[in-house]
């Protein structure tokens, strides 16, 4: 069975394997995982731009991502489609897939901060509210 | 008056549900937004760091958009927002 490539959207420890861990093993958190490209694990891992997961097989990973927690794709398409749009853009522009509603800073750490999916559930925009969602709109709370 | 900045992406919904906003307030009241796209100009992205010790503390300690910044007060403003909030902060400046 084909090895695939997984990233903690906490703590952006990079796993290989068939399946992700339910526990990430570094921040502990459960079901932090999302399939990235091999691409991206190289890349987060210190290499160069090249792309190599397209929009359509990311928004089946983030699908499968959310389907493990409290979250879900936002349902307005055309909202999720611009972002995902937006995502792609900074990829293949800035070599990761960096949310298009924040900017880099230019500091690797902080900047894998803001790589899609990022850790929103600890932003004011979610965390504890009702109808919570991360910044950009792309996750909200299931209702 | 003092022109103010608008940082926005062009890929950001937000952003794109605020800019008619914005036009509105400038053709009602003469308020005048620099609107500098952050994604797609490097240049406009360095002119947004390079504010960041006034954006960041009304961005959740980070650089977000869409923001609304006064150059000359240092005042800013965040998110998406209604258009009276926006007037009344534009106003404010």
Known sequence: ?143 | MATLLMFHGRECPHCKKMMPLVEKLEEETGVRFDKREIWHDEKNADLMRSHRPALAPRCGGQLRVPAFFNPDSGDAMCGEVEYEKLKAWALNQ
Do not use: Q
Not at chain 1, 15 to 23: K, N, Q, V, W
Not at chain 1, 75 to 99: Q, S, T, V, W
């Open chain 1, 1 to 143: 069975m084909k090895k695939r490539y997984w990233r903690c959207f906490v703590c952006n420890d990079i796993h290989c394997g068939i399946a992700p861990p339910e526990l990430c093993p570094t921040c502990k958190v459960f079901s932090a995982y999302v399939e990235i490209s091999a691409g991206e694990a190289r890349r987060i891992l210190g290499g160069g731009p090249d792309v190599t997961m397209t929009s359509a097989e990311f928004r089946a990973a983030i699908e499968r991502f959310t389907a493990g927690n409290e979250f879900e794709v936002n349902p307005d398409a055309e909202k999720a489609g611009m972002l995902i749009e937006g995502i792609f853009a900074n990829e293949a522009n800035h070599g990761l897939k960096y949310c298009p509603c924040r900017v880099r800073s230019n500091e690797w750490e902080e900047d894998l901060r803001i790589v899609c999916p990022c850790n929103f559930t600890i932003h004011e925009t979610y965390k504890g509210v009702e109808d919570g969602e991360c910044w950009c709109g792309l996750f909200v709370r299931r209702t």
